[in-house]
């Protein structure tokens, strides 16, 4: 996907949330259990950046506004990440062996081990009850993660990677790190307006080095395989 095609989608998406919440004043529902399991691991792919002051005043912010919210599920700004490719749904016990197949994985990674990738012009991408923060990727992570996304498909984890990306394009088109996570149909009108008082900045670039690994849904616990 082009870096106007991703400027694109990324404003209709915001339009289109805006729809859905002029429609919906209210949180909705409140959903049963979390988004993803607490606990368990997947394996992803991804950087783990620096957080700039401008993301961390952000995310300071967001978790001002919501501190007494049991629905709210903030990023904590040691899991701030960018996730490349993710690759299975959580899986995996912390302390569970993984198969044997896994030696395929890692080879098949080691032609991007450590490549160092840039996302930039960060800016919020809002969705009906989750919060994004959403970049343009240069030239080279697009075509490298399409790779990567087909060596996978041709390999023994093929079945695992369908099943993480079900119902959704593979690759997924967003380059985004998840900053709020509403345990609701919709998010809260003072989240709304947090939201589109920030819809125009720019949040500057990220950079990181990829790596591969175990993790759990919001990368708070990262145990890289090579």
């Not at 993660?145 to 959704?168: I, P």
Request: with cysteine; proline share 8%.
């Amino acid at each position: 996907m082009s870096s106007m095609s991703l400027q694109n989608l990324y404003r209709s998406t915001n339009e289109n949330t805006a729809a859905i919440w002029a429609e919906n004043a209210g949180i909705g529902e409140i959903k049963r259990g979390n988004y993803y399991d607490p606990v368990r691991l997947a394996l992803a792919s991804g950087i783990q950046p620096q957080v700039s002051s401008e993301v961390s005043r952000l995310i300071g912010g967001l978790q001002q506004l919501i501190k007494d919210d049991p629905l709210a599920d903030v990023l904590p700004e040691e899991g701030f990440h960018f996730t490349f490719l993710p690759l299975t749904p959580p899986l995996f016990n912390e302390n569970e062996p993984l198969p044997q197949k896994v030696e395929e994985l890692t080879k098949i990674w080691t032609g991007f081990d450590a490549e160092r990738i840039v996302i930039r012009d960060l800016r919020l991408v809002a969705l009906p009850s989750q919060l994004l923060l959403a970049g343009i990727p240069d030239s080279p992570a697009i075509a490298m993660r399409q790779s990567f996304c087909e060596q996978v498909l041709d390999s023994h984890w093929k079945a695992e990677l369908q099943t993480r990306h079900s119902g959704s394009p593979l690759p997924a088109p967003f380059w985004h790190s998840t900053l709020l996570r509403y345990g609701a149909d919709f998010l809260p009108a003072s989240v709304r307006q947090f939201i589109i008082e920030r819809l125009a900045v720019n949040f500057g670039d990220v950079a990181g080095e990829l790596k591969l690994a175990r993790v759990n849904y919001n990368w708070t616990a990262c145990y890289p395989l090579s």
